[in-house]
């Protein structure tokens, strides 16, 4: 992963506030919504929204790009065990 792990690690913590019975719930109305190309991106992206830490986020696009964030959501949320 490309994010810096002290970074990676602030990110997951945030992730890790999460109300879980909230994210199921939001993950059901997308489903029928049916919103989506990739149901696990779209839900961990959504996750990162709900986080409100995007002025944070906003500043690591210094060496970020879209791609290197995707990926460590997609991990933190794995590790995490934030089901969808």
Same mark, same amino acid.
């Given at each position: 992963?490309?994010?810096?792990? =002290?970074?990676?690690?602030?990110?997951?913590?945030?992730?890790?506030?999460? &109300?879980?019975?909230?994210?199921? =719930?939001?993950?059901?109305?997308?489903?029928?919504?049916?919103? %989506?190309?990739?149901?696990?991106?779209?839900? +961990?992206? &959504?996750? !990162?929204? +709900?986080?409100?830490?995007? &002025?944070?986020?906003?500043?690591?696009?210094? %060496?970020?790009? &879209? =791609?290197?964030?995707?990926?460590?959501? !997609?991990? +933190?949320?794995? =590790? !995490?065990?934030?089901?969808?």
């Amino acid at each position: 992963m490309k994010i810096k792990p =002290e970074h990676y690690q602030f990110l997951k913590n945030e992730l890790g506030k999460l &109300d879980r019975q909230a994210i199921i =719930e939001h993950g059901k109305q997308v489903k029928i919504e049916n919103k %989506y190309h990739d149901y696990n991106i779209r839900m +961990a992206w &959504d996750c !990162l929204w +709900a986080c409100h830490i995007s &002025d944070i986020i906003r500043e690591w696009y210094t %060496y970020l790009n &879209d =791609e290197h964030l995707q990926t460590a959501l !997609l991990k +933190a949320c794995k =590790e !995490l065990n934030i089901e969808f």
